[in-house]
């Protein structure tokens, strides 16, 4: 159980165009749902938490008119990355949680690569 | 000083060994702490989760966390060559659903 489908798993798209990515619970209701982006041999870096619904919560240094979040039911969330450029490149995973007593499920991650 | 500490490795271990991870921390008010696996290039997978003080085992991991010393580790014994991966510790507080990670700790079991 506990299954968090991520999509695509690998993107790659020239300067300046948009780039969306799913995240599904599959086989629960997600109350919330999280971002993180993460640097080669570095640890997860939130970038936002989102509940079904409701606006994205962003963390700090987190641009929300380049990172737009979707969080359209207790199942999806999306994060696109608008105008993506180079610095974009990274690996960016979500992760879901059904509720506060439960530990959060990740996906498996895109890679997106910006040319 | 970082909330949550871990040393990032990597750790060498020879087939069969067993491991010992282990994170400090420094929020007296964490409750729950997990472990998960990462490997290259995927999302990190939860191994173990736990709550408050004391052991918790599964297959061939065992959990432990000593909240006096404010000490969690991660045992795997007869260590393969598929436990190599990145192993994050993560912990929260009873008030907050968003975890603190560790940096991550780079396991490599040689055959």
């Known amino acids: 159980g506990a299954v968090v489908s991520q999509h695509p798993s690998w993107v790659i798209c020239k300067s300046g165009t948009s780039v969306k990515i799913e995240c599904r619970s599959l086989?629960?209701?997600?109350?919330?749902m999280f971002w993180y982006r993460q640097f080669p041999k570095q640890s997860l870096m939130l970038m936002a938490t989102?509940?079904?619904?409701?606006?994205?919560?962003?963390e700090q240094g987190v641009e929300k008119d380049k990172f737009l979040i979707n969080h359209a039911s207790l199942t999806l969330s999306t994060l696109t990355v608008t105008s993506a450029h180079p610095e974009d490149s990274s690996f960016y995973i979500c992760?879901?949680?059904?509720?506060?007593?439960?530990?959060?499920?990740f996906g498996d991650g895109t890679r997106l690569s910006i040319l | 000083q970082k909330e949550v500490e871990q040393d990032p490795g990597p750790l060498s271990v020879p087939e069969g060994a067993i491991v010992s991870l282990n994170c400090t921390y420094s929020?007296?008010?964490?409750?729950?702490f997990m472990w998960y696996r990462q490997y290259s290039r995927k999302g990190p997978e939860l191994l173990m989760y736990?709550?408050?003080?004391g052991n918790k085992e599964d297959g061939r991991f065992t959990a432990q966390v000593d909240k006096s010393s404010k000490y969690i580790s991660l045992f795997i014994r007869d260590s393969q060559p598929s436990d190599s991966a990145t192993y994050l510790c993560?912990?929260?507080?009873?008030?907050?659903?968003?975890?603190?990670f560790g940096r991550g700790t780079s396991l490599i079991v040689h055959p």
């Open positions: 086989d629960f209701q997600a109350t919330t």
């Open positions: 989102s509940n079904e619904g409701s606006k994205a919560t962003y």
């Open positions: 736990t709550y408050s003080s």
């Open positions: 992760s879901a949680l059904a509720d506060s007593n439960q530990p959060q499920h």
């Open positions: 993560a912990m929260r507080s009873g008030g907050s659903y968003i975890p603190t």
């Open positions: 929020n007296s008010a964490f409750q729950y």
